[in-house]
């Protein structure tokens, strides 16, 4: 069955830092992977998503994650970060079908 | 505007009165879904279906219904609710393939409050 695990309910940093948020992924075929983002009283929103070729897959906002196999990890980096990507971060995976298994979500705080 | 719409935005209710939280989309989706969203839990699958009339359980089916009797609508039902049940509920909805998965789009959610 799937399963994902994002390590870390919250992580800090300050503007301008690296953003390391961590997922790791359990899944008995090829995953379909995602990240999403939900900001405060809204709903989810793709930031990317990783279904076959390239392991590094762009975003929006600046974002981008790699796709490991060896360490079933799909990691979301950004650069520098700013003020507005403080949020709530949701990895999934999927088997296909459609069906989405979520992580529990880490909240990322951004202090100036 | 392609979109996922849910009503209401908000709800407070007290146990035992049935209510229904409605969705809808306009991008012709076949596949629509149910999430809740619960602290340190993530989101859970409640209910999807595959196109009219098919319906499935997710993960946590119990205490809900729904239906899927037009393409675009997909409400949820709670016939008696108990306080167990609130949370944030999405409803979300993408194209329907066989053998991967597309980007699920989201509502805006309903925070439900069973008193």
């Known amino acids: 069955a799937q399963s994902v695990t994002q390590l870390g309910s919250h992580v800090s940093v300050s503007e301008g830092a690296l953003v390391l948020l961590r997922c790791n992924y359990s899944?008995?075929?090829?995953?379909?992977l995602f990240w999403y983002v939900q900001y405060p009283n809204q709903g989810l929103q793709l930031l990317l998503k990783?279904?076959?070729?390239?392991?590094l897959v762009k975003g929006i906002n600046g974002f981008e994650a790699e796709f490991k196999k060896s360490e079933t990890s799909f990691h979301l980096t950004k650069p520098s970060a700013h003020m507005s990507d403080a949020a709530e971060y949701f990895c999934?995976?999927?088997?296909?079908?459609?069906?989405?298994?979520f992580g529990t979500g880490t909240r990322l705080l951004v202090s100036p | 505007e392609a979109q996922v719409t849910q009503n209401p935005r908000y709800l407070i209710t007290v146990t035992g009165k049935k209510l229904t939280v409605t969705c809808s989309q306009n991008?012709?989706?076949?596949?629509m879904s149910w999430y809740r969203q619960d602290p340190g839990l993530g989101l859970r699958q409640i209910y999807y279906?595959?196109?009219?009339?098919?319906?499935d359980k997710g993960d946590v089916p119990e205490g809900y219904k729904v239906s899927r009797k037009e393409k675009r609508n997909f409400p949820l039902i709670l016939e008696s609710p108990s306080p167990n049940q609130t949370s944030l509920y999405f409803c979300?909805?993408?194209?329907?393939?066989?053998?991967?998965?597309?980007?699920?789009?989201f509502g805006p959610g309903t925070r439900l409050t069973v008193l």
């Open positions: 979300a909805s993408s194209p329907m393939f066989l053998d991967s998965t597309d980007t699920q789009y």
């Open positions: 279906s595959m196109n009219v009339e098919v319906t």
């Open positions: 899944s008995s075929v090829p995953p379909y």
């Open positions: 990783y279904t076959t070729g390239a392991t």
């Open positions: 991008m012709n989706h076949e596949y």
């Open positions: 999934a995976v999927s088997e296909g079908f459609q069906k989405l298994v």
